[in-house]
């Protein structure tokens, strides 16, 4: 099963971008990168996925590294909402499963 | 449209009982999976079904899990006996078939073992 590895929190500053690291070494040419985020009591929700290129959505941006063993979501103007758990995960291009780790906990600063 | 519900929204029970939960996918949505989240840990896989296939059991953690899910609709998780380790928030997802597609998920159940 690929795994990934993420900083256990990080903190940013209401307004200001926020870059959120993601390694995934064993990463294979056919696994999908995806994002979700967990608020506080609730289920977690997509953010944004992507193979080989960047990719952008309303919500973020996600960088993929040229040899794909490392990602990083871009949230372009943190605001209060987006304190939440950012869950980095691969995807198998022929399996079920999703292993989401334990996240990486963003504090927004107002 | 309608999202993924899960019920109970939280169920407190002794130590020993059975307890269902019950999932409610999003209509057309063919892949569902069961996921068990314990206090301040992330999500831990349970089961996956996709259609009519056979289900995708091996996150399963004892022979007092198992899962149902009748074609594409309502799923139910049933934990036997169940253990004060049981206590966690249990949630559901739904989504098409696919890498590419996302998965949505429901609120899901707080289930306390006392």
């Known amino acids: 099963d690929a795994k990934t590895t993420q900083p256990n929190s990080m903190e940013s500053n209401e307004e200001e971008p926020v870059h959120l690291p993601c390694n995934h070494s064993?990463?294979?040419?056919?696994?999908?990168i995806h994002w979700y985020r967990q608020l506080p009591s609730q289920g977690p929700e997509y953010v944004i996925h992507?193979?080989?290129s960047n990719v952008n959505n309303r919500m973020a941006s996600l960088a993929i590294a040229e040899d794909r063993k490392s990602s990083t979501l871009i949230l372009h103007r943190a605001t209060l909402r987006d304190a939440a758990v950012y869950y980095c995960?691969?995807?198998?291009?022929?399996?079920?499963?999703?292993?989401f780790g334990t996240g990486t906990s963003l504090t927004v600063i107002p | 449209g309608a999202g993924v519900s899960q019920s109970p929204s939280n169920k407190v029970t002794e130590k020993g009982k059975d307890v269902e939960l019950r999932c409610d996918p999003i209509?057309?949505?063919?892949?569902l999976y069961w996921y068990r989240q314990r206090l301040g840990q992330g999500l831990e896989f349970l089961i996956y079904?996709?259609?009519?296939?056979?289900?995708?059991k091996s996150g399963l953690p004892s022979d007092r899990f198992s899962a149902e899910r009748t074609g594409e609709s309502v799923s139910t998780l049933t934990i036997q006996r169940t253990q004060q380790e049981d206590s966690a928030v249990y949630l559901c997802?739904?989504?098409?078939?696919?890498?590419?597609?996302?998965?949505?998920f429901g609120p899901g159940t707080r289930l306390t073992v006392t």
């Open positions: 995960i691969l995807r198998e291009w022929a399996g079920n499963q999703f292993y």
């Open positions: 992507g193979l080989t």
């Open positions: 997802a739904s989504s098409l078939t696919g890498v590419n597609y996302e998965q949505y």
């Open positions: 209509s057309g949505h063919t892949a």
């Open positions: 079904f996709q259609g009519n296939s056979a289900p995708d």
């Open positions: 064993t990463i294979s040419g056919t696994d999908y």
